[in-house]
């Protein structure tokens, strides 16, 4: 059984910075990419960060220079760095993987950027 867990949402000022993790347990196979999505109030899921199983990585505009993704391999765990935050950042983040030909999602994490 495959289950991913994120991590590390809360509540922090605009210009601050938090880190997500997206811990996965179980096996999981044919990994192509570690993504990251997000879901504000009232708008669609977006794609924020993507990294793929080769190590590249490809960010939405609205944060690109702002959020990193890594991931540490040993701990089979998957970040999200995200500084200098902003109000439009506040959402439900979610960790998904995508696993050919299967996709799993986490529970999410909420964030809200707030003064």
């Known amino acids: 059984q495959v289950r991913l867990v994120e991590s590390g949402g809360g509540l922090v000022q605009p210009g601050g910075s938090l880190r997500l993790s997206c811990a996965a347990s179980g096996s999981i196979f044919n990994i192509v990419s570690m993504d990251w999505y997000r879901q504000a109030p009232g708008k669609q899921r977006e794609s924020v960060a993507t990294?793929?199983?080769?190590?590249?990585?490809n960010y939405a505009n609205s944060v690109k220079g702002r959020f990193t993704v890594s991931r540490d391999n040993g701990k089979n765990t998957v970040y999200l760095q995200m500084n200098n935050l902003k109000f439009e950042d506040t959402a439900v983040y979610y960790c998904?993987?995508?696993?050919?030909?299967?996709?799993?999602w986490g529970q999410g994490t909420q964030v809200t950027v707030s003064s």
């Open positions: 998904s993987w995508y696993a050919r030909p299967v996709r799993y």
């Open positions: 990294l793929t199983s080769g190590g590249t990585t």
